[in-house]
C-alpha cells in the first residue's frame, strides 16, 4: 500500500463523504482525489519525475491536504515546511534537498523572494492564488504558474501517453519515499528525516489501531502539516475514511472549542501549551464538547497535575499521553485506562512496534535503570537525506541480519510492569511549545549580532511552554548590547517558537576543562556573572 | 481613538516585534503574518486588561477581535464604550 491509496480507497468506498472542513469550505474524498489527480497531472506537465523532490510552503489549508496527495500521485516526495519559516532555512531547505518545485501563496512572496539565492535545483513555483503574483522576473530562470493553471492542465506536454497514467499503474512501490520531513538537529540545521511509504503506512496503520479510530471519527487539526503530528492527523482520517476540520493554528482557541461543538469533532490532538491554555480559560464547561471521545498529547509530556484537570474537565474522554520522534513518528501510547495508575508514563510501544532501554554497551537494562531508549519496527524511517554520518548514528544495525535500530538519544526506564518513562534527552535539544529546538541554532543566530562575543541558550521549565529558551550573552567588551536587539534579530532570523523569552547578559560562562561552555552548571545554577 | 491606536501599535512593535515595524499595518492579520502565535495572544489580552482596565471574556478571544491593529481598535472602543 502507497500513501495516496489512503485517499484513494476512501474516495471510491465513500465518494460523497465530508472528508475535509477548512473554514466554509467542506470537500469530499471524491472531490480531493480529483483534485490531486488534476494536481499530480499538472506537476507532470512539468516535468516532475518520480522522486523529486517538491515543497510545500502553506498555510494549512484545502491546497496544502491537495498538495500532499497530488504530489504523491506524482511518483513525487512531499516536503512541508512550517509556514512561519524564515527565509535563510527557507533556503538551506530548499538546497538540501534539492526541490525542482515550490508550491506556496503570496502571503509568503516577501520571505520568499528573500530565500531565492543559490537554488540550482528549484525550476517551478506554484502559487495558489487568483492573480499572477509579481515575481515573474525575466531574469529568473524560475517558472512562475498559478495554482488552477496547474490543475487545468489536461495532458502532460512532454510525456507520451505511455508514459504516465495515474490510474491504471502506479509511479511508485512502497520502498520509495513519500515525505522529508525536517526536524531540529544537534548541530543547528535542519535534518531531513526520510520517510518511505511503507513507513508512513505502518506509523498510519499502528496509531489509527490504538486511537481505535473509526469511520465516525472527526479530528480537530490545529497543528501545522509541518509538525509529523498534524500531517499525520491527514493522513490517518484519509485511511479511517474519517473527517478532519483543518485550522490553521490554536492562536484563538474560542474558535476551536466553537468549531468542536459545530462540526461534532470526537478526536482533539494537542501538545502541552494547548492543554496549558485550555486549562487557563476560566468557563471551559459553556462550550458543547460532549462529542469529543478522546485527546492524544504528545511532543512532551503534559504535567501531572494537567492531566488530573483535563480527566476533571472531559471526564468522559479517554485521554492518551504519547510520546514519539520524528524519526519513527510514534513509539508508545499510554492505554487511557492506565491514566490514573500511572499519568507520569508515555506507556508501551504501539502495535507493531518494539522498545529496549540499553545502557552504553547495548545491553538491555532492567527495570528501574536508566538507559536510551532504542525502537525496533517498521515505523523507523529511513534516514536523514543528505547526511550519511549523521543517519549511522542514529540508525543502526540491530541483532538479526539486515534490519535498522533507532537510536531515540532519549534516556528512559521502564517499571517492573514495562511501562516507559522519559527521563531526559541525552543531547540538549529543547522542547518548547511542542517543537524540538537545537539550541545551536538560536546561538548561530545570536553570534551573528555585531558585539556578541559568546552564547549559550538553554531550556528552562515553564508552565506553559514546557520549557522556555533562555540565551545567556557576553558582549564584547565596552559594547552596551540590549535585549530588544536580540529579540528583534531572533524574530527577523528564527520561526517565532525559537525566540528566546529570556535573555540574560553575563561577563563569562562558565567552561569544562576541556573550554566548551558548561551547560549542565548553566541549568543548574541558572544565573551567575550577571551584568546588571 | 488614535492615541488607542497609537498605544496598541506600540505594544505589538515593542512586544512581538522587538522594535521593528517594517511591514506591520493596521491590517496586518497577526495571525498570517506570524506576528502572533498563541501564547502571544494571552499577551496581548493581559496588556488590553491591565492598560485600558477592561476584561476580555473568553468568548471574546477570536480573530474579529484581535487579529489586526484595527480589529484590536474596534473592539477596544466598543468595550470601552459599552
Not at chain 1, 538551506?92 to 530565500?115: F, P, T
Not at chain 1, 515525505?179 to 535542519?190: F, L, N
Not at chain 1, 468549531?259 to 501538545?271: D, Q, S, W, Y
Not at chain 1, 541558550?457 to 559594547?479: E, N, S
Amino acid at each position: 500500500m502507497l500513501v495516496h491509496h489512503f485517499l484513494e480507497n476512501s474516495a471510491s468506498r465513500l465518494p460523497d463523504k465530508t472528508a475535509l472542513i477548512c473554514g466554509e469550505e467542506r470537500l469530499t474524498y471524491k472531490r480531493i482525489n480529483t483534485l490531486a489527480d488534476s494536481l499530480a497531472t499538472g506537476l507532470m506537465g512539468l516535468g516532475l519525475n518520480r522522486q523529486d523532490r517538491v515543497v510545500i510552503f502553506l498555510d494549512n489549508s484545502i491546497e496544502s491536504v491537495i498538495s500532499v496527495f497530488g504530489i504523491l500521485k506524482a511518483g513525487a516526495i512531499f516536503i512541508v515546511l512550517n509556514p512561519a519559516m524564515k527565509p535563510k532555512k527557507l533556503n538551506y531547505i530548499l538546497r538540501d534537498s534539492g526541490a525542482r518545485v515550490l508550491i506556496s501563496h503570496r502571503n509568503k512572496a516577501r520571505i520568499i523572494r528573500e530565500s531565492l539565492t543559490d537554488l540550482p535545483n528549484l525550476e517551478h513555483i506554484v502559487w495558489v492564488d487568483k492573480v499572477p503574483v509579481v515575481e515573474k522576473s525575466a531574469s529568473s530562470r524560475i517558472s512562475h504558474y498559478l495554482w488552477y493553471e496547474v490543475l487545468a492542465q489536461e495532458k502532460p506536454f512532454n510525456l507520451s501517453p505511455f508514459s504516465f497514467s495515474l490510474t491504471s499503474r502506479s509511479r511508485c512501490i512502497d520502498i520509495d519515499l513519500a515525505t522529508i520531513i525536517y526536524t531540529s538537529g544537534s548541530t543547528g540545521d535542519p535534518k531531513g528525516v526520510m520517510s518511505a511509504h511503507y513507513n508512513v503506512v505502518a506509523a498510519a496503520t499502528s496509531i489509527t489501531q490504538y486511537l481505535e479510530n473509526i469511520e465516525d471519527d472527526i479530528i480537530m487539526n490545529c497543528l501545522p502539516l509541518s509538525f509529523d503530528y498534524g500531517l499525520y492527523q491527514v493522513l490517518m482520517a484519509f485511511l479511517f475514511g474519517g473527517t478532519v476540520v483543518l485550522e490553521k493554528s490554536f492562536v484563538y482557541p474560542v474558535k476551536i472549542l466553537q468549531r468542536i461543538g459545530e462540526e461534532r469533532v470526537t478526536g482533539l490532538p494537542i501538545v502541552p501549551t494547548m492543554a496549558a491554555i485550555l486549562l487557563q480559560m476560566d468557563k471551559l464547561s459553556r462550550f458543547e464538547l460532549s462529542s469529543l471521545r478522546y485527546i492524544s498529547n504528545t511532543a512532551a509530556a503534559l504535567p501531572v497535575a494537567h492531566i488530573e484537570r483535563l480527566q476533571e474537565l472531559f471526564p468522559n474522554v479517554r485521554i492518551y499521553s504519547m510520546y514519539g520522534l520524528t524519526e519513527c513518528k510514534r513509539v508508545s501510547y499510554l492505554p487511557p485506562e492506565e491514566l490514573s495508575r500511572r499519568p507520569e508514563s508515555v506507556g508501551i510501544a504501539m502495535p507493531n512496534c518494539e522498545v529496549f532501554v540499553v545502557n552504553e554497551k547495548g545491553e538491555e537494562v532492567g527495570p528501574g535503570e536508566v538507559g536510551e531508549l532504542v525502537v525496533r519496527g517498521s515505523n523507523v524511517m529511513q534516514g536523514y537525506w543528505n547526511a550519511p554520518e549523521e543517519t549511522a548514528r542514529t540508525f543502526r544495525p540491530g541483532r538479526y541480519r539486515g534490519e535498522t535500530l533507532l537510536y531515540t538519544g532519549d534516556l528512559f526506564k521502564k517499571d517492573e510492569e514495562g511501562f516507559l518513562y522519559f527521563v531526559a534527552r541525552k543531547d540538549d535539544l529543547i522542547k518548547t511549545k511542542g517543537e524540538r529546538v537545537s539550541p545551536k541554532e538560536i546561538e548561530n543566530a545570536i553570534s551573528e549580532i555585531e558585539g556578541v562575543a559568546e552564547v549559550a541558550v538553554i531550556g528552562v521549565p515553564d508552565d506553559v511552554l514546557g520549557q522556555a529558551i533562555k540565551a545567556f550573552v557576553v558582549p564584547r567588551d565596552g559594547i552596551g548590547l540590549d535585549e530588544d536587539r536580540i529579540k528583534r534579530y531572533c524574530t527577523e532570523n528564527l520561526e517565532p517558537f525559537m525566540v528566546p523569552k529570556y535573555i540574560e547578559f553575563n561577563k563569562y560562562l562558565p567552561k569544562s576543562p576541556s573550554g566548551k561552555i558548561d551547560k549542565k552548571r548553566l541549568k543548574k545554577e541558572g544565573t551567575l556573572g550577571q551584568e546588571r | 481613538m488614535s492615541d488607542l491606536r497609537e498605544r496598541i501599535r506600540a505594544f505589538v512593535i515593542e512586544n512581538f516585534l522587538f522594535g521593528n515595524d517594517d511591514g506591520l499595518s493596521d491590517e496586518s492579520s497577526f495571525l498570517e503574518e506570524g506576528i502572533i502565535d498563541s501564547t502571544g495572544i494571552l499577551e496581548l489580552v493581559s496588556f488590553l486588561e491591565e492598560e485600558f482596565g477592561i476584561t476580555v471574556e473568553d468568548e471574546e478571544l477570536i480573530p474579529e477581535n484581535l487579529d489586526s491593529i484595527n480589529n484590536v481598535v474596534s473592539y477596544l472602543a466598543k468595550k470601552l464604550g459599552s
